[in-house]
């Protein structure tokens, strides 16, 4: 299929050709959901909110339910605040949420709808009943990435819900990034073993990976509740787990509510994951982690050391969301493998710092890119190939072109199963983590021994 990708590199600005990213709603939708009884709604046409829906749907394997504005050639020239005051009105009507999430998309976007103004005068008209809540986000999607639309509405449930309360509160905050439930589902279980109680948001566990129960919730019992997001304002200290998704979230709590924050890589690996547990333990006193959590870190620990020669001196590509590119290229390095090409669709220079940083003097001619597409990737493998390459189901194409074994890590993953469930942060993703990417190359020797090396013990 990427037969014809040709391997002379030119520089392209105007260009992606098979972006590394997806677009700004799908992220906002995202962290929406993480918002016990919220409805998230597309203030647009109903195709964008379709394809954002189907893209969470198809990488979760449940229904993500969302609501639109519906705009046709009418909204498109003459603005779509009728169409947005009709939906609030049958929203809050029909399906009862505490709270609806308004993000935008291309189109609300160049027309300027002023969504503040819009849903302060659905206010003053009766159409928000008491008790019940509605922020927004800005989603332009022809700037930045599906993150910058998870950073940007979790910045709104800051700006829109938190409040410092005269009797500061004990919990910390978690904002845990653009992760699967499992992930985030990990954080408290950590939290949990470290006696310390927090408040994660967003917080999809328990509503993109519910339990069968027989009858069909439309909100299911997750999320982090509004009583929870107001709070934020009076806790202890926020930990931002990536600075791309996190830190905006984090910043906009310290500038309203004074909580101090600092930000974090994704506690992917070992690395991350003792800077994340120290931080917890340093902002909360507590003194020292659960024996369980020591023994888990033990075991992260035996497994690199007994799996070191599979991994050693590896060439892998790494491609994705850049706060998931960012911890998995610290794990793979303190593996002992290459990362030769990493790259990220969404924009920013940091990327390329921080990846520089971990990187240090190991790998001087890894190609680190930010702002870049799968097709520069291709180009670059055609030119000297990889080992292993390790993202999200869009590298597939590549990966079967160039018969590469691919281990499908991050967002999107629309072709295999189970990821929603098991965590990568956390010493236990750690494992789970290095047992698919060792797995992922022992298949690949297999396939490529020949007769007479083709071994039952490896
Ligand atoms: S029009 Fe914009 S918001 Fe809608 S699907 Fe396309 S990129 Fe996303």
New binding site residues.
């Given amino acids: 299929m990427l037969d014809m990708t040709p391997k002379d590199i030119q520089e392209r600005t105007a260009l992606r050709i098979n972006p590394a990213k997806t ?1 700004q ?1 799908i992220g906002a939708m995202y962290a929406s959901l993480g918002i016990h009884n919220c409805l998230p709604h597309s203030h ?1 046409s109903q195709g ?1 909110c379709s ?1 954002h829906r189907s893209h969470l749907t198809r990488h979760f394997k449940e229904p993500v339910v969302a609501s639109t504005s519906s705009f046709t050639e009418g909204a498109a020239v003459f603005g779509g605040a009728p169409n947005l005051r009709q939906s609030l009105k049958t929203i809050f009507q029909v399906y009862k949420p505490d709270i609806i999430a308004v993000h935008t ?3 609300s976007e160049t027309i300027g709808d002023d969504i503040p103004s819009i849903v302060r005068k659905a206010e003053e008209d009766g159409l928000i009943p008491d008790g019940k809540f509605v922020i927004h986000a800005n989603t332009p ?1 022809y700037v930045g990435s599906n993150v910058t639309g998870f950073s940007n509405m979790v910045k709104a449930m800051v700006d829109y819900l938190a409040t410092r309360e005269l009797k500061p509160d004990s919990e910390i905050n978690i904002i845990p990034g653009y992760v699967d439930p499992a992930d985030m589902r990990e954080i408290k279980r950590m939290l949990g073993e470290l006696n310390v109680t927090g408040t994660v948001f967003p917080d999809t566990s328990d509503v993109l990976d519910t339990p069968m129960t027989g009858s069909y919730e439309m909100f299911p019992k997750g999320g982090v509740t509004i009583d929870r997001l107001m709070k934020t304002g009076s806790g202890k200290a926020t930990i931002a787990l990536g600075a791309f998704a996190s830190e905006a979230g984090a910043q906009a709590l310290e500038t309203k509510c004074g909580v101090p924050f600092r930000v974090l890589d994704l506690p992917i690996g070992i690395n991350a994951t003792d800077q994340f547990v120290k931080s917890v333990l340093q902002i909360t006193g507590e003194q020292r982690p659960s024996p369980s959590m020591i023994d888990d870190r033990g075991r992260v620990l035996d497994m690199m050391t007994d799996m070191q020669h599979y991994l050693y001196g590896k060439r892998v590509a790494i491609f994705g969301d850049p706060d998931q590119v960012i911890s998995m290229t610290d794990f793979l390095v303190s593996a002992g493998m290459r990362p030769v090409y990493v790259i990220t669709g969404t924009p920013g220079k940091r990327f390329e710092e921080r990846i520089k940083r971990i990187l240090g003097d190991d790998a001087p001619n890894c190609v680190v890119r930010a702002s870049a597409d799968l097709f520069y990737l291709h180009q670059l493998i055609r030119n000297e190939s990889v080992d292993l390459m390790v993202g999200n189901t869009y590298g597939k194409y590549i990966s079967r072109a160039e018969d590469i074994p691919l281990v499908r890590f991050g967002f999107p993953i629309l072709d295999r199963v189970g990821h929603g469930f098991f965590p990568t942060f956390g010493y236990q993703g750690a494992m789970c983590l290095l047992t698919n990417i060792v797995n992922t190359l022992l298949d690949r020797v297999d396939r490529d021994s020949a007769e007479e090396r083709f071994e039952l013990v490896m």
């Fill in positions: 677009c709603p647009g964008c394809y998309t291309c189109l999607s």
